[in-house]
């Protein structure tokens, strides 16, 4: 994979690690683009990060303010 | 990017004192009421950047009170009467079974120049779940947030859950990590993440055989 592939790969899982994906029956692509909770993603994006990637595991926001998630990709990307 | 967001606040606040500092000795040196500008210049430097915190909880306020809930037209027991044989034979489109989130196919639309966003998610050959995003205003940033449990075959909602979230807007959304306005943010109108629960938990009933 090319660095600017890589750093793309990088950033969108930065940017879908703001998405709330506590309830497992809310689907990844509606938390990716529920805007009031922190899903930020256009419908194009969405599209594209859950043909790749899925939720793992998921942390929502502690009291301190720590939340983590885990995703896996599902296919090769090379 | 939160002390980003921390130094500018605290920046404002120092220029805001100075403002009003200047504005006491304005009015000192032209025999005005010194409170009285203090306190106006206050007032608009609190405006320039909070004016719409407080309109923003109101209707925000207004709105869960009049349209959020969550509704049940069917229960999956009287869908099965109405319609014996049929949930046995649907397949879930799940592409995650077993996963920590459903994954389903969807489509999208958006309508109302950008200000309404709908995510058509297909839980199976016969049901949709809908999620319709829509700002209710263009003065203060509310969204109203709809999802609802669609029988394709009859064009009917089966159950619908409504909720508002305040401190972005579909048309304009910013992140991440979200609005400037952090302080304008609510996700939820008052015990609305119970009832999104209940809603999932209502609504993947009928998402059929897993494959």
Known sequence: MSMIQDLFQQAQLAEAAYADFSNPNVSTANALQDANNGGSFSEAQAATFVADWSVVSHQPDTLNGFSATVFRIDKSLN | ?211
Not at chain 2, 33 to 54: C, P
Not at chain 2, 72 to 82: C, P, V
Request: glycine share 8%.
């Open chain 2, 1 to 211: 990017m939160g002390l980003v967001v921390f130094m500018a606040i605290g920046v404002y606040l120092l220029i805001s004192l100075a403002v009003v500092a200047w504005t006491v000795v304005y009015a000192q040196k032209h025999g005005k009421r010194a409170w009285l500008w203090a306190s106006a210049a206050a007032f608009v430097m609190y405006n320039l950047v909070f004016w719409d915190w407080i309109p923003t909880v109101v209707v925000h306020k207004y709105y869960c009170e009049k349209e959020a809930g969550f509704w049940i037209y069917k229960t999956l027991d009287q869908w099965k009467a109405e319609n014996p044989g049929v949930m046995e034979g649907l397949v879930s489109y799940n592409k995650n079974p077993g996963g920590f989130n459903v994954d389903w196919p969807f489509q999208y639309k958006k309508e109302d120049d950008g200000h309404s966003k709908t995510i058509i998610n297909h839980i199976n050959e016969r049901f949709d779940e809908l999620f319709i995003q829509q700002d209710v205003t263009e003065l203060v940033p509310i969204i109203r947030k709809e999802n609802v449990l669609w029988d394709k075959n009859k064009n009917q909602a089966i159950a619908r859950y409504v909720d508002f979230g305040t401190g972005n807007s579909v048309k304009n959304t910013i992140g991440p990590p979200g609005p400037l306005k952090f302080w304008l943010n609510n996700s939820s109108c008052m015990g609305g993440k119970a009832k999104q629960i209940n809603f999932g938990k209502f609504y993947i009933q009928f998402k059929g055989a897993e494959k």
